[in-house]
């Protein structure tokens, strides 16, 4: 089975910057689609960003595109996303998720990924 640990959230001033890391154990890993999710107090679970293969296709919601970007090091079995020019509404637990295969189309809802990490708070103050 794969596990998946996400670290490097944290409290940060509006306009700054933070580096998650998820941890990737498995079979398969380095061919596996894997993405963040993100979700707040009281919202659904919200599609951030996704990543096939080697990290040759990248995937955002309009609303990211240009602030956060996704990357992998699949020697490593590792995954990042980098958060810049945070906002209080980026406040969230973030999760990082798996799937072997996943098309485009369904990329963003999460009843299509098999694999979840625990998430890790970032909060942005104002």
């Known amino acids: 089975q794969v596990q998946l640990v996400e670290s490097g959230g944290g409290l940060v001033q509006a306009g700054g910057s933070l580096r998650l890391s998820c941890a990737a154990s498995g079979r398969t890993v380095s061919t596996s689609v894997m993405g963040w999710f993100r979700q707040a107090p009281g919202k659904e679970r919200e599609f951030v960003a996704a990543?096939?293969?080697?990290?040759?296709?990248?995937y955002y919601p309009d609303s990211l595109r240009g602030r956060f970007t996704i990357s992998r090091d699949n020697t490593k079995s590792m995954m990042y996303l980098q958060t810049n020019s945070l906002k209080p509404e980026d406040t969230a637990i973030y999760y990082c998720?798996?799937?072997?295969?996943?098309?485009?189309?369904?990329?963003?809802?999460?009843?299509?990924?098999?694999?979840w990490g625990q998430g890790t708070q970032i909060t942005v103050s104002s």
């Open positions: 998720a798996d799937r072997i295969l996943l098309h485009i189309s369904t990329v963003a809802s999460p009843n299509k990924w098999n694999y």
């Open positions: 990543i096939y293969g080697a990290g040759g296709y990248t």
